[in-house]
């Protein structure tokens, strides 16, 4: 019977890195028409075992079935042959191209004439039948994260997948996209397709998953009906332990005013006004949560802070030191440290060492620079003090920044930017892509932080983060701060209708 195949088996998959078993024996298998959840915790393998399926590495041992038929997957060209897609965690579109010319680059069958129009009928025929709008002309620069997501995804459909590998696909998207995109997920398994979820969000596999594999340090530890499991045997299968999720807030009292935002206002990099007459305040011993669907101003927010994007309007202080259109470096130079939402393209250099990316910051000051050389040993010798403070799991100190899973970049991010002593800490979307371990951990950090002193803004649009971890709640709509709330008296309710840009606080109260 053609059902009782399915449409995907990875058998025995091996595959070793140096210092590292990423896939230890691993037995996966999908069926058509059902969407299938791959969880499991920083590091645990699932990235790999899809780049295998998806051609980019090459298993040391296994074998792999596509309907029962032995196959090997040579390169992601192969895989798209056999009808397999990936969007990966780290989106790989080409900045400065259009939305159209995306979808159609690296195609072999580029229709010939009129290519852009015959892929804007495409683009309407996905955006009617799986809910995925985007505009063909815009580049992909301007887009956020969430909407070069469905670049991505269309692009698979566009080239024929049947078995769709979505890397960890919510993470970037709010509330109401990830249902859009949970029902786009349903639909596709509804028309005989086949969806494989990376995740680590155990409610998203509740909610949109048929079956769910489980990995942990490169094995199985179970394949499951996900109705027939729930949240706490999932957590537990995926740490090994029981996972208690419990941050203590301890009180702060606030010092001295750190950072002053004054009547910002800025334009986004479409020229557009995205930050109206912004201003706020971040103390000593105190986290501010910026809440808000992204694309509100909060990227350009932080940019500014960050000395990254010119203001139009008003002023920053750092210290009650006017920062306002200054560069990057004298943000830094006052205190001001950065973990950036795209981690992979503006926290770090890929190619570089985890040692190097820890100095990149401070390469050019003692103990790291003595006159034109750096100390190598110094360097050594930092790094592994920070692999080994932020338990940072990677074969060595020189390994590529690139290899490293999620998790582990955004440790060596906020190492390098903790170990600066900042007067400030900006973080955009600190845990995004974290798995319940390591968003706890960093999360932690960050009270811990606060508790010794240090001013924290942070952008999430994580509703739990922004209510686990903040003091003061800003909500941003519309490039406009809606309102100030205090974290105590703040309820979801009121920060939801204001993220909707429905009340403001006055209204709300
Ligand atoms: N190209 C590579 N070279 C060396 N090591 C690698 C490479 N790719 C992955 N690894 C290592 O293999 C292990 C599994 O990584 P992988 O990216 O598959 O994990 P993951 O489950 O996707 O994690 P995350 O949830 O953080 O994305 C990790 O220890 C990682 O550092
Ligand atoms: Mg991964």
């Known amino acids: 019977m053609e059902t009782s195949v399915p449409l995907v088996l990875m058998k025995d998959i091996v595959k070793r890195f140096p210092g590292?078993?990423?896939?230890?024996?691993?037995?996966?298998?999908?069926?058509?028409?059902?969407?299938?959840?791959?969880?499991g915790e920083n590091g645990a393998g699932k990235t790999t075992l899809m780049n295998i399926l998806y051609g980019i590495y090459q298993p040391d041992e296994g074998e792999i079935y596509i309907r029962g038929h032995r196959v090997t997957i040579h390169s992601p060209r192969d895989a798209l042959r056999l009808g397999i897609g990936?969007?990966?965690?780290?989106?790989?579109?080409?900045?400065?191209?259009?939305?159209?010319?995306?979808?159609?680059?690296?195609?072999?069958?580029?229709?010939?004439?009129?290519?852009?129009?015959?892929?804007?009928?495409k683009l309407a025929e996905f955006s009617e039948r799986y809910g995925l709008r985007?505009?063909?002309d815009a580049y992909i620069w301007q887009l956020s994260a969430g909407e070069q997501q469905r670049v991505e995804i269309i692009k698979a459909l566009y080239r024929g997948a049947e078995v769709l590998i979505l890397d960890e696909p919510t993470t970037m998207l709010t509330?109401?996209?990830?249902?859009?995109?949970?029902?786009?997920?349903?639909?596709?398994?509804?028309?005989?397709?086949t969806v494989i979820f990376i995740t680590h969000k155990l409610e998203e596999v509740m909610e949109v998953s048929d079956r769910v594999t489980v990995l942990r340090r490169g094995k199985v530890v179970g394949t499951l009906n996900t109705r027939d499991t729930n949240e706490r045997e999932l957590a537990r299968l995926m740490v090994g332990r029981e996972v208690i999720f419990h941050l203590e807030k301890k009180p702060v009292t606030p010092g001295r005013e750190v950072l002053r935002v004054?009547?910002?206002?800025?334009?986004?990099?479409?020229g557009v006004p995205a930050l109206r007459n912004v201003s706020l305040t971040v103390r000593e011993g105190e986290i501010l949560g910026i809440a808000g669907v992204a694309g509100n101003g909060q990227r350009e927010l932080v940019e500014a802070i960050t000395g990254l994007r010119m203001v139009?309007?008003?002023?920053?202080?750092?210290?009650?030191?006017e920062v306002t259109n200054k560069s990057a470096r004298e943000a830094?130079?006052?205190?001001?440290?950065?973990?950036?939402?795209?981690?992979?393209?503006?926290?770090?250099?890929?190619?570089?060492s985890i040692a190097e990316n820890l100095i990149l910051k401070g390469y050019d000051r003692a103990p790291f620079s003595r006159g034109l050389f750096l100390d190598r040993q110094a360097i050594l010798s930092h790094a592994n003090r920070i692999i080994r403070e932020f338990q940072i799991a990677a074969p060595s100190p020189w390994t590529p920044a690139k290899l490293l899973s999620g998790g582990n970049i955004q440790r060596v991010i906020?190492?390098?930017?903790?170990?600066?002593?900042?007067?400030?800490?900006?973080?955009?979307?600190?845990?995004?892509?974290?798995?319940?371990?390591?968003?706890?951990?960093?999360?932690?950090?960050?009270?811990?932080q606060r508790e010794q002193g240090m001013a924290i803004l942070l952008v999430s649009e994580d509703l739990e983060e922004i209510f686990a971890l903040s003091d003061r709640i800003a909500v941003m709509f519309g490039g406009r701060i809606m309102g100030i709330l205090d974290a105590k008296e703040a309820t979801v309710e009121t920060v939801g209708a204001m993220m909707a840009g429905l009340t403001t606080v006055a209204e709300a109260a």
């Open 20 to 39: 590292v078993v990423a896939n230890a024996g691993i037995t996966f298998e999908a069926r058509a028409g059902e969407v299938h959840a791959l969880l």
């Open 86 to 121: 990936m969007v990966h965690q780290h989106f790989m579109l080409v900045h400065p191209h259009t939305v159209a010319e995306n979808v159609i680059l690296g195609l072999d069958d580029v229709p010939f004439h009129h290519p852009t129009r015959v892929v804007r009928e």
């Open 134 to 136: 985007v505009d063909p």
């Open 175 to 193: 509330p109401q996209e990830a249902r859009e995109l949970f029902a786009t997920m349903r639909r596709m398994a509804e028309e005989g397709r």
């Open 262 to 270: 004054e009547n910002v206002s800025a334009l986004n990099d479409k």
């Open 312 to 321: 139009t309007e008003g002023h920053v202080f750092i210290d009650g030191v």
């Open 332 to 352: 830094l130079l006052r205190g001001v440290a950065h973990v950036p939402e795209e981690r992979m393209h503006m926290g770090m250099v890929p190619n570089m």
């Open 414 to 448: 906020l190492g390098r930017e903790l170990s600066l002593n900042p007067r400030l800490l900006v973080a955009s979307h600190p845990t995004y892509g974290l798995d319940v371990g390591a968003t706890e951990y960093i999360r932690r950090l960050l009270l811990e």
